[in-house]
């Protein structure tokens, strides 16, 4: 299993625990659904991100972090 596929059922996870939470603060599961919505749902949103992250197109969005960690401390 590739680690950004580990990534992507933790956001998946993520989700669920924020419709938990959303649950036990009287937020309705509608008002969430039409909150992701707006974003396009949680795999665009996955999508977006993975997009953003992984610049060179490959798959894998370690690289351009590990580039950036690189960048940031030398």
Same mark, same amino acid.
């Given at each position: 299993?590739?680690?950004?596929?580990?990534?992507?059922?933790?956001?998946?996870?993520?989700?669920? !625990?924020?419709?938990?939470?959303? !649950?036990?603060?009287g937020?309705?599961?509608?008002?969430?659904?039409?909150?992701?919505?707006?974003?396009?749902?949680?795999?665009?949103?996955?999508?977006?991100l993975?997009?953003?992250?992984?610049?060179?197109?490959?798959?894998?969005?370690?690289?351009?972090?590990?580039?950036? !960690?690189?960048?940031?401390f030398?």
């Amino acid at each position: 299993m590739s680690r950004f596929t580990r990534t992507t059922e933790k956001f998946v996870e993520s989700v669920s !625990a924020l419709a938990e939470t959303a !649950a036990e603060h009287g937020v309705s599961a509608d008002a969430l659904q039409h909150l992701l919505g707006q974003f396009g749902g949680p795999e665009a949103i996955l999508g977006q991100l993975g997009g953003f992250l992984d610049r060179d197109g490959d798959g894998n969005p370690l690289n351009e972090l590990s580039g950036l !960690a690189k960048g940031l401390f030398g």
